[in-house]
């Protein structure tokens, strides 16, 4: 079966990010399994290595993604037109299920 994805798309309707649900799925499984506190979310944010994905809050202007009505990952709202192109998803590796961002083909 094909995973399904949730998209963000800009004000011509283009899509300019996706999430695949799996990927949602696996956060909530993550920030559960870390014991994280209330309102604690994944991150996505660009630093000067590239873009790195990490434990943080919600801030202003950040679009999420919700795990049975909770916000799991968050976006700041001004990254999201340079992610066009780009998925987030979960990835099973040797090391177990991993957030993987990846170009979309």
Known sequence: MASRTLALH???GVT?????EEAVAHAAYQ???AGARKGTVIRLFAHESGLVLEPGRIEPGDVTFDHDG???IAVPGA???DLRNIVL???QTKQGTRL?????G
Do not use: C, N, S, Y
């Open 100 to 104: 993987q961002l990846r170009e979309r």
């Open 79 to 81: 990254l999201v037109e």
């Open 31 to 33: 920030l559960g399994e």
């Open 10 to 12: 800009d004000m011509k």
């Open 89 to 91: 998803q979960a990835e």
């Open 70 to 72: 909770r916000p799991v």
């Open 16 to 20: 300019v990010f996706q999430v695949t």
